[in-house]
Each structure stands twice: as C-alpha cells, then as structure tokens.
C-alpha cells in the first residue's frame, strides 16, 4: 500500500481470528517499531517484549487477559527503563504507532492498548512468569492480529483545524 492508503485504512481492531502471525511479518512490525524516533535517541533505555503462543496464551489464562487484547494471537509491549513518565509515554506511543501502521500495510488489524500493561504492571506473578527485568517499567502494549471481521464503525474521521 502507499502511505497514505495505509493512514488511511489505519484503525483500531478488537476482533481477530486465532491464526498466528507470521514470523516474517512479526520482524517487520518489530523493524518498523524500532525505526520509531524516541526522545533524545536513548533508544537503550527501551525494549520490545513478544508475546504469542504457548506464552501468551497461559498468560491469558492464567490472569484473565483475553479482553484486554480481544483475542489476539500476538501482543507486544513497550518497555523502558528512564523515569520520565511523559517522555516513555510519548516513546510508546511512537513506537506503537509505527507498529500499527505496518500491521496495517501487511493487512493485519491492531489496537494500542494501556489496559494490559496496567495488568501487567500491578501483578507482581505476572511480572515473575514473564521474566521482565526490574529495571524496566512495562508502558503499553499493542495487540496485532488477522481481523474476523470488518466491525469497525463508519466513524466520521474529522478533526477540526484552527488557524
């Protein structure tokens, strides 16, 4: 797709079919979220963490997930280890948004999601079973997927521009 097509077709999915996405489309998501710009280019102060399979799915049920990722058979988060909330939160929802943008571009549907990083962040098994480093604090996630179906509303996209 072209840009503009893929600004375009971007939206938000909360319905996904089980199929797992592929490898190859999973690195491009992950290169695309990696060519994000963060503040002060400290990108080692950030990590992407995967979730999918046998893992993701003791983690739904494990701890009651499901709604918070709708389904989805992929969920990656945005970690970061700098304290300065504003500028991690800014960092996501860069990050996430490039990542959005190529799961679109490769015809997979997605949702930016702060819900299950709260869960995360609140359930110290939760933070065991997933091995995640103290030093990092978990910001976002976004859930990614093959949509089951076209049930985005017809929302007027308008936003109003004052010169």
Do not use: W
Not at 17 to 29: G, S, T, Y
Not at 58 to 79: D, E, Q
Not at 87 to 92: C, P, S, T, V
Not at 109 to 126: C, D, L, M, R
């Amino acid at each position: 797709m072209e840009l503009d097509e893929v600004i375009i077709a971007r939206r938000s999915c909360r319905y996904y079919l089980p199929n797992e996405v592929e490898e190859d489309k999973i690195n491009l998501i992950l290169k695309a979220g990696m060519f994000a710009p963060v503040a002060c280019g400290r990108y080692e102060n950030i990590l992407l963490y995967v979730l999918k399979g046998e893992k993701l799915k003791s983690l739904v049920k494990a701890h009651s997930f499901s709604s918070k990722i709708y389904g989805a058979p992929l969920v990656i988060m945005v970690l970061h280890k700098e304290n300065n909330v504003e500028l991690r939160n800014e960092d996501a929802g860069a990050i996430i948004q490039n990542m959005c943008l190529k799961a679109t571009d490769l015809g997979l549907g997605s949702v930016f999601n702060y819900s299950i990083a709260q869960e995360i962040k609140n359930n110290p098994q939760t933070i065991d079973y997933l091995k995640i480093l103290n030093k990092y604090d978990v910001v976002a996630g976004v859930a990614i997927g093959y949509k089951s179906s076209e049930k985005t509303k017809n929302i007027k996209h308008e936003i109003k521009v004052i010169y």
